[in-house]
T-cell receptor, first 114, second 111 residues
Framework: NAGVTQTPKFRILKIGQSMTLQCAQD?????MYWYRQDPGMGLKLIYY???????DKGEVPNGYNVSRSTTEDFPLRLELAAPSQTSVYFC?????????????FGPGTRLTVL | GENVEQHPSTLSVQEGDSAVIKCTYS??????FPWYKQELGKGPQLIID?????GEKKDQRIAVTLNKTAKHFSLHITETQPEDSAVYFC??????????FGPGTRLSVLP
């Protein structure tokens, strides 16, 4: 199993540009999550999904959108990138909901918005 | 919502000594408390977790204790080794949206 994979690993965007961060898991997990990690801070939940076709907002959803058309994939879309979105983004998945089960994290995407 | 505090933010210990990291949480409904280890350039990885019906759990050199009355839980690492150097995160929650991570502790084990 590859586990949770994320692409790209690094990206530099200009203010106002858009991009999609890709996330895929091959563990047949129902639950998937997107977090951002700012320097010296913990992880903040952006969006999560409890299954294909179902998504919900986390703590910091503004400026982001997600979709979940398949069990495996959970892309994160940034529209009109802003410097405040400079961060490291982690995707995670779990068999049960986060509060009851291990989350498996991807290696992260480091995004810089200039 | 849930709020998780974590102390200390940085911790340096000599190889072979013990390390203790403490977390407090605010929501009494939280019932799952995992600890994650994050090595440089990698995503967090679960090292141990505890649920609210258990007071202590141990896995080799790592242990976690939970005090639900005081709303705090701690990570204990004994006989520390250089490979234990990393950032450690605690977390608490009772549902997917209310699951919150602490700010992290950077542990350095000095040879």
């Amino acid at each position: 199993n590859a586990g949770v994979t994320q692409t790209p690993k690094f990206r530099i965007l200009k203010i106002g540009q858009s991009m999609t961060l890709q996330c895929a898991q091959d563990m047949n997990h129902n639950y998937m999550y997107w977090y951002r990690q700012d320097p010296g801070m913990g992880l903040k939940l952006i969006y999560y999904s409890v299954g294909a076709g179902i998504t919900d907002k986390g703590e910091v959803p503004n400026g982001y959108n997600v979709s979940r058309s398949t069990t495996e994939d959970f892309p994160l879309r940034l529209e009109l990138a802003a410097p405040s979105q400079t961060s490291v983004y982690f995707c995670a998945s779990s068999y049960r909901l986060a509060d009851t089960d291990t989350q498996y994290f991807g290696p992260g995407t480091r995004l810089t918005v200039l | 919502g849930e709020n998780v505090e974590q102390h200390p933010s940085t911790l340096s210990v000599q190889e072979g000594d013990s390390a203790v990291i403490k977390c407090t949480y605010s929501d009494s409904a939280s019932n799952y408390f995992p600890w994650y280890k994050q090595e440089l350039g990698k995503g967090p990885q679960l090292i141990i977790d505890i649920r609210s019906n258990v007071g202590e759990k141990k896995d080799q050199r790592i242990a976690v204790t939970l005090n639900k009355t005081a709303k705090h839980f701690s990570l204990h690492i004994t006989e520390t080794q250089p490979e234990d150097s990393a950032v450690y995160f605690c977390a608490a929650g009772d549902n997917g949206q209310n699951f919150v991570f602490g700010p992290g502790t950077r542990l350095s084990v000095l040879p």
